[in-house]
């Protein structure tokens, strides 16, 4: 792959990773109306669906779109192999650099079944979130959670398999527990934590 390809395929990274940091900057969590605060619902609802366009426009834009012309491939294994990072991972490694941008809010991908058990459930109330999104994906799960003496909101989305990319990754991992996913079938959840100070 030639330099200019990768600069332009990093411009795009970059463009999507800034515009879910304004999202998360711009957006304070604390739902005070008289200080015209948002509510951690709305905010949980912005994120999301600034997650949801980055995905899908890394996921089918850039990943499916470079690797049918040949041009590169995503793999687990990027950094040593001179590839894209799966979709999974663009999400998960975001996640971490809004995590340390000292906003608050985090986000991750979790999931019942996961190949790596850093991403099962955490706690109590993302697992009954996720049992409760295999049955009815319609809507979030969301609930007030604590952790020492902080409260947080918590928004559990369901994470669809939304490419070939998705379900070939997990059905054929050999650290992989489920490997009869389909298009479109609920592979976990997007788990968003905003604070409540």
């Not at 411009?11 to 304004?22: K, P, R």
């Not at 366009?53 to 890394?58: G, K, L, N, Q, V």
């Not at 049955?135 to 020492?148: D, E, L, M, N």
């Amino acid at each position: 792959m030639d330099r200019f390809r990768v600069a332009h395929i990093s411009a795009g990274l970059a463009f999507l990773i800034f515009g879910l940091w304004w999202v998360v900057a711009a957006y304070p969590a604390k739902d005070d109306s008289k200080a015209g605060g948002i509510a951690p619902e709305r905010v949980a609802g912005f994120v999301h669906a600034v997650l949801q366009a980055h995905r899908t426009i890394y996921t089918t834009h850039i990943v499916d779109r470079l690797q049918e012309k040949g041009v590169v491939r995503a793999a687990e294994h990027w950094e040593q192999e001179n590839a894209l990072p799966l979709p999974a991972q663009f999400l998960q490694h975001s996640g971490r650099l809004v995590a340390e941008s000292g906003q608050g809010i985090r986000y991750r991908l979790i999931g019942l079944s996961p190949i790596y058990q850093r991403n099962a459930p955490a706690t109590d109330f993302e697992r009954k979130a996720l049992e409760s999104l295999n049955r009815a994906p319609q809507a979030p799960i969301t609930g007030i959670v604590s952790s020492g003496r902080k409260q947080y909101f918590q928004a559990i989305y369901p994470d669809r398999a939304v490419s070939v990319a998705c379900i070939s990754c997990h059905n054929s991992h050999p650290l992989s527990p489920k490997r009869d996913f389909k298009l479109n079938d609920v592979m976990g959840g997007i788990a968003i934590t905003i604070p409540m100070e």
